[in-house]
C-alpha cells in the first residue's frame, strides 16, 4: 500500500522522463507523457511529471503509475461502448497502443454547474449567459448543482507542442469548420454520453461524483477510438459523494478527491 511515508521516502526518486536507445526512432514528449512511435504502434511512458496550463510546475511520486494504471482499468471497462486504442500495459507506467490519428477535438461532458475560471461555464451563466457552447441552460442554477442533463461543451484540441490553446466551439462550428463530418460527431457525442453516464454510476458506487471529463478520439484503419487516457484525475474531476448535500446546502464547496488532477486548459474547470 502507498502512504504518505511512501510518497515522502520517494520524493528523491521520482519518475521524470525516460531515454530508450535510439533504435525505438525519435522520442516525443508531452506535458506529462514520453512516447516513441514503432511501426504503427506508440509506445507511451506516463510519467510523474505535473503540469498546469503548459508548465510543469513539479513532479509526484508514483503519480505516473496511478494514471496508466487507472486508464487502463477505464479502457477495460468500456470497451464494449468504443474500442480504443489500448493493446497492452507491461509496466505500471507503461502503454502500447494503436498509433491513432487524433481527432482535433475534445468531448469535454459535464454533469454539474462548475467551475472556477473565466472559461468556465459557471462563470458564463452567472454573468447572465444561458446558451453557452451552443447549450441552453435554465434559469436558477447555483454553483455545483447537479444538471438536468449531461451536456458535452467540445473544444479544440490543439497538436502536442503547438502555441496554439482549447477553443471553446459549438457543434455546428466544428461540423462548419470540417473538424470532424456530422457523422462522425455525432458518434462521438453519443458515445461520450454513454462513457460519461457508465463512469457516473460506477463512481455512485464507491462513494464518487463524476463531475466532469474529457475524452479524446482517434482513427485507427478508419476505425474510431478512444484513445489518451479515461476517467482519471488529470482529465476528470471527482468530488466526495457523502459530503455534498451538506456543504452545497451551507454554501461550501465540494471536497475533491485526488492529489493528482493537474489544471490543463481551462475548457472543463
Partial sequence: MITQTTIRKSLPDVFKTLDLPPSFGKKHQG???DFWLVGDKRITVTTDRQSAFDVILGHI????????????FWFEKTKAIVPNHMIATPDPNVLISHNCEPIPVEMVVRGY????TKTSIWHSYQNGER?????????????????????????????????LHDERLTRE???KQKLVSRTLYKQM?????RLFDLGTKWCKTH???????????????????????IHTPDSSRFWLADTYKDRLKHGREPENFGIYRRRRAACYD
Fill in 173 to 175: 462550428q466544428i461540423i
Fill in 207 to 229: 462513494g464518487l461524483i463524476l463531475v466532469d471529463t474529457k475524452y479524446e478520439f482517434g482513427l485507427y484503419k478508419g476505425k474510431l477510438m478512444l484513445i489518451d487516457e
Fill in 189 to 193: 457525442e453519443d458515445i461520450s454520453l
Fill in 113 to 116: 454547474m462548475s467551475g472556477v
Fill in 31 to 33: 506535458k506529462v507523457r
Fill in 61 to 72: 511520486p508514483f503519480k505516473g503509475a496511478v494514471l496508466n494504471q487507472l486508464a487502463a
Fill in 131 to 163: 446558451t453557452i457552447y451552443g447549450v441552453k441552460f435554465p434559469d436558477g442554477l447555483q454553483k455545483n448543482d447537479k444538471l438536468p442533463n449531461y451536456v458535452i461543451t467540445p473544444t479544440t484540441h490543439p497538436a502536442a507542442g503547438s502555441a
